[in-house]
């Protein structure tokens, strides 16, 4: 018999952070609690605190926490059919992908290749990207995150994040955003194999990226016959309240990248390729993976789509977002501009106080994220109601004067 813990062991801060600091990789830092369960858009922590989330698992809980649907749609395909590999297909997958291509309003012969995060969705565009001009460069923006594995790693700017590990998976030349010249003038030189960016910047801070900025990189990647892949690992699947961000600037991607809300909490990437000569790139035996597109990942999948639709959470996502910009703009001198659509939003801060509003904001029993040093994000679950939304709205200036306050302080 080894020793076992109680419960009420368990509940103090400093046993679970210890045992987090004893036998966890350090790459995440000290997690900021314990949570133990959760149920809507609220979590609760080991120490029965509950907290209203505005940070949905970073955009990844559509449907909040044991979403009914969600819940029935996991378990009962746990318990017909959970794993099978990719010697097979299944139901869910070949729904899945059809739904996904609907959806995107991909032309005939598009395709989906199923993965399990964001940065292997990167990972697969980024060899289509790489197989479609072999020995080209490709072009990245600035401030772009698109991942933390050798390929996708490479394609993100932060240098901190990217420098102790080159030489990297690919070469990657990163331009301005916003700056279609910058971008014509590497085209020109004929050896681009592709451009990567995401329609919404998300771990830049919620940065959309102008309409036209979108037009001009498809018609210039077109011109120049570079790929275009859109990541909208963080932006896609209704969190902007269109199904894809892209959608909005009305162009057709060459490749588009999903992961976080897709499972709504279950773990899912998807890669797609738009039309044939995209889907021809990659042949058989280039790319694959053993629990990519597995049973229980499409059922939470469908589930998440399928109640995105009956529950028209789209339009409910438009509103509540517009509700949260409209509230938001102006509420404190510090609140300089709120970013994003739907629910991505970003508000700008004055000064760099964003880590202290986030501690207030958790002491008041709201999650929420600092995207960067003056920057809060919010990216919650589409359930989100309007009380909901005006508890945090109602609570945000107090928030905000408490972080400043603290900023003196130091
Ligand atoms: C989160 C994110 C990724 C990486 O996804 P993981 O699932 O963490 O690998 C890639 N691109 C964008 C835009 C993201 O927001």
Same mark, same amino acid.
């Given at each position: ?236 699947? &209704? ?8 959608? #909005?600037?009305? *162009?057709?991607? =060459? /490749?588009? @990248?999903? !992961? ?79 970013? &994003? ?8 801060? #004055?000064?760099? *106080?964003?880590? =202290? /509003?986030? @501690?207030? !904001? ?49």
């Amino acid at each position: 018999m080894t020793e076992t813990t109680t419960l009420d062991d368990q509940d103090l801060p400093q046993t679970w952070s210890r045992r987090y600091a004893d036998n966890l990789l350090g790459v995440f830092g000290s997690p900021q609690m314990c949570l133990v369960s959760g149920h809507g858009c609220h979590v609760t922590d080991a120490a029965g605190n509950s907290y209203l989330d505005l940070l949905g698992g970073i955009a990844v809980n559509a449907l909040g926490y044991a979403h009914p649907a969600w819940v029935k749609a996991v378990s009962q395909q746990a318990a017909t059919l959970a794993h099978v590999s990719n010697f097979f297909t299944t139901p869910g997958q070949l729904a899945l992908a059809e739904k996904l291509l609907q959806l995107a309003e991909a032309p005939e012969g598009s395709a989906a290749f199923f993965c399990n995060s964001g940065t292997e969705a990167n990972e697969a565009a980024l060899k289509i990207v790489k197989a479609h001009h072999r020995g080209g460069r490709v072009i990245a923006l600035e401030h772009a995150f698109h991942g933390r594995t050798l390929g996708a790693l490479a394609l993100t700017h932060k240098e901190i994040y990217r420098k102790p590990f080159e030489p990297l998976g690919a070469e990657v030349t990163f331009i301005p955003a916003e700056d279609p010249d910058a971008l014509e003038a590497e085209l020109v030189q004929g050896d681009v194999a592709g451009v990567f960016l995401e329609p919404t910047q998300g771990e830049a801070g919620v940065v959309p990226l102008s309409l036209e900025y979108l037009q001009s990189v498809r018609t210039l990647t077109r011109r120049h016959d570079a790929l275009m892949v859109v990541d909208e690992v963080q932006c896609g699947m &209704g969190r902007t309240g269109r199904w894809f961000a892209h959608q #909005a600037a009305g *162009i057709t991607p =060459d /490749v588009m @990248t999903l !992961a976080k809300a897709l499972g709504g909490g279950f773990p899912m990437g998807a890669t797609v390729t738009f039309g044939s000569q995209i889907t021809g790139i990659l042949t058989p035996g280039q790319h694959g993976t053993t629990f990519g597109g597995n049973p229980l990942a499409c059922a939470a999948a469908l589930s998440v789509i399928s109640t995105i639709e009956s529950d028209d959470l789209l339009d409910h996502v438009r509103t509540i977002g517009r509700h949260l910009v409209d509230s938001i703009t102006g509420i404190h001198p510090q609140v300089v501009e709120v970013r &994003g659509s739907g629910l991505l939003l970003g508000v700008q801060l #004055a000064s760099p *106080i964003a880590a =202290d /509003v986030v @501690t207030a !904001a958790r002491g008041a029993g709201f999650i929420i994220n600092a995207a960067n040093p003056s920057t809060i994000r919010l990216a919650p679950p589409y359930i989100l109601t309007v009380q909901e939304a005006d508890s945090f709205i109602s609570a945000l200036p107090g928030l905000l004067d408490a972080a400043t306050t603290t900023q003196k302080e130091n």
